[in-house]
């Protein structure tokens, strides 16, 4: 028998029916899939009954069976650490071109930004706790157990929306991951959550390179299209104190936005 073809992520999450409609497609995971996945592969293997497992929207015998959405994993730290030899991490281009390792510290982002999909997951998820963060303590365990098995690995990649979310947590990070990992690293920042404390806690930490999402140089196409709320002022004033501090800083932008003209353009 062929295998079970199963897809998740936010466009599955967002869009379900399309993605069940795909010819070939078995299963589609709606929200998060730690869960549902280690169910699916436990009923699989036991040879049970797949098509009531929470999250998943499961084909059987030209029937669509739309289970309800569990709630979020509320406690990221009670998740083990994501495998890395299910496809081998050392092959990887992370690992033997970049030399990296890229982890996750949380889940969820607090703005709501017109173009991004964290509003419309929100709203999946009415009344559950949507920005999680797991414990430093969690965190670095799992840096220090890629770094001890990798010892090739000179640089580590946060990939959270905003590292620096919670200042508390943030200098406990910066203190704790100086002293128990010390490799240079990269983040993401939101101009609004960049101070003079946050640019010298990173430095201090080591990180490198500090990655704001600027989208637009525009005020008007910033706060009315994009529903970014942050001054230009506030901008280069973020850009500024990492400069000061040392750190590289990167900027997302973009170009050819909705009501968008030429000197919108040149603004950013």
């Known amino acids: 028998s062929r295998a079970l073809i199963i897809c998740g992520g936010v466009h599955p999450t967002l869009s379900p029916e399309q993605m069940i409609a795909i010819e070939g497609m078995d299963a589609v995971c709606v ?9 699916l592969c436990h009923g699989l293997e036991q040879g049970k009954d797949i098509s009531n497992i929470a999250n998943l929207w499961v084909k059987k015998d030209e029937k669509v069976h739309r289970n309800p959405l569990r709630p979020l994993v509320e406690d990221l730290d009670s998740l083990p650490f994501p495998d890395r030899e299910v496809f081998p991490f050392r092959d990887s281009f992370d690992l033997r071109f970049m030399r990296r390792g890229v982890f996750m510290a949380s889940r969820g982002c607090p703005f709501n930004c017109a173009y991004c999909c964290n509003h419309a997951l929100k709203g999946l998820y009415k009344g559950n706790k949507y920005v999680r963060l797991r414990s430093v303590e969690n965190l670095l365990e799992e840096v220090e157990t890629v770094v001890r098995n990798f010892p090739e690995m000179e640089y580590v990649v946060f990939h959270d929306d905003l590292l620096p979310m919670n200042k508390q947590w943030f200098e406990d990070f910066a203190t704790q991951y100086r002293r128990r990992v010390g490799l240079p690293f990269e983040m993401n920042c939101h101009p609004n959550l960049m101070d003079r404390e946050v640019a010298q806690l990173a430095k201090y930490a080591g990180c490198s390179l500090v990655r704001f999402g ?11 299209v994009l529903d970014r709320h942050t001054s230009t002022r506030r901008i280069i004033d973020a850009f500024a104190l990492c400069h000061e501090a040392g750190i590289t800083t990167l900027s997302y932008n973009m170009i050819g936005l909705p009501f968008e003209r030429r000197t919108h353009i040149l603004d950013t």
């Open 214 to 224: 600027i989208e637009s140089g525009n005020d008007h196409i910033r706060r009315k």
């Open 31 to 39: 929200g998060e899939g730690e869960e549902p996945l280690f169910d």
